[in-house]
């Protein structure tokens, strides 16, 4: 089947096309299965939008910023500073007390990451709403959703701690505070979504 897909959506697609291969050929020389594993999530839902693009119809302030947490999340492992790679540097010192540390580029990217999942969600539910739709109650459910698809990702990473016999996946507090991140992005988005919709009705 053809993907009816518009130019600057092949754009995307090639670009994603050249980032997987990288990416999937230097993770296999390391050996790095947890992120393989990544790549085939990553893989699976790059395919998910493309199947139903002409139907979802992202625009693409949507598609760049999916694209970019992919690109930021399978970098994260790639990139090596200090004794590390990006995804354990402290961003910002607001906590440093070893596992409870704040705010580390993983929660950075779990933030803008459920901040996109939030746009989606938001995407898909408003072309079903009918006008008199109670908003405070669709904004809380863009973030549970958003919150779900989280949790979802905190369950794969499970699956890679049950399957690998080494993962960066880290404890406790590690996902925590990526729970806490997830939800934090998808408020924020939607109060960007609150004051878009307030400036398109002036």
Do not use: C
């Given at each position: 089947m053809m993907l009816n897909l518009k130019k600057g959506e092949w754009i995307l697609v090639v670009f994603n096309f050249l980032v997987l291969m990288f990416t999937s050929v230097y993770y296999s020389n390391i050996k790095n299965y947890e992120f393989i594993i990544y790549i085939f999530v990553v893989v699976f839902f790059?395919?998910?939008v493309l199947l139903t693009i002409r139907k979802t119809e992202f625009g693409y302030p949507?598609?760049?910023?999916?694209?970019?947490?992919?690109?930021?999340?399978?970098?994260?492992?790639?990139?090596?500073i200090g004794d590390g790679v990006l995804y354990g540097v402290q961003l910002i010192p607001i906590i440093s007390n070893g596992d409870f540390t704040i705010l580390r580029y993983d929660q950075a990217l779990h933030f803008f990451g459920f901040m996109m999942t939030a746009f989606v969600a938001y995407h898909i539910l408003k072309p079903h709403l009918i006008k008199t739709?109670?908003?405070?109650?669709?904004?809380?459910?863009?973030?549970?959703?958003?919150?779900?698809?989280?949790?979802?990702?905190?369950?794969?990473?499970?699956?890679?701690?049950?399957?690998?016999?080494?993962?960066?996946?880290?404890?406790?507090?590690?996902?925590?505070?990526?729970?806490?991140?997830?939800?934090?992005g998808a408020i924020f988005a939607v109060f960007v979504i609150y004051a878009k919709e307030k400036w398109k009705k002036k």
């Amino acid at each position: 089947m053809m993907l009816n897909l518009k130019k600057g959506e092949w754009i995307l697609v090639v670009f994603n096309f050249l980032v997987l291969m990288f990416t999937s050929v230097y993770y296999s020389n390391i050996k790095n299965y947890e992120f393989i594993i990544y790549i085939f999530v990553v893989v699976f839902f790059m395919a998910l939008v493309l199947l139903t693009i002409r139907k979802t119809e992202f625009g693409y302030p949507i598609l760049f910023g999916l694209n970019l947490w992919a690109l930021l999340h399978l970098f994260g492992g790639i990139i090596h500073i200090g004794d590390g790679v990006l995804y354990g540097v402290q961003l910002i010192p607001i906590i440093s007390n070893g596992d409870f540390t704040i705010l580390r580029y993983d929660q950075a990217l779990h933030f803008f990451g459920f901040m996109m999942t939030a746009f989606v969600a938001y995407h898909i539910l408003k072309p079903h709403l009918i006008k008199t739709a109670n908003m405070k109650l669709i904004y809380p459910l863009v973030v549970l959703i958003s919150m779900g698809a989280g949790a979802l990702n905190e369950v794969v990473e499970f699956l890679a701690v049950l399957a690998l016999p080494k993962t960066g996946v880290g404890g406790y507090y590690n996902t925590g505070l990526d729970l806490v991140s997830n939800m934090l992005g998808a408020i924020f988005a939607v109060f960007v979504i609150y004051a878009k919709e307030k400036w398109k009705k002036k």
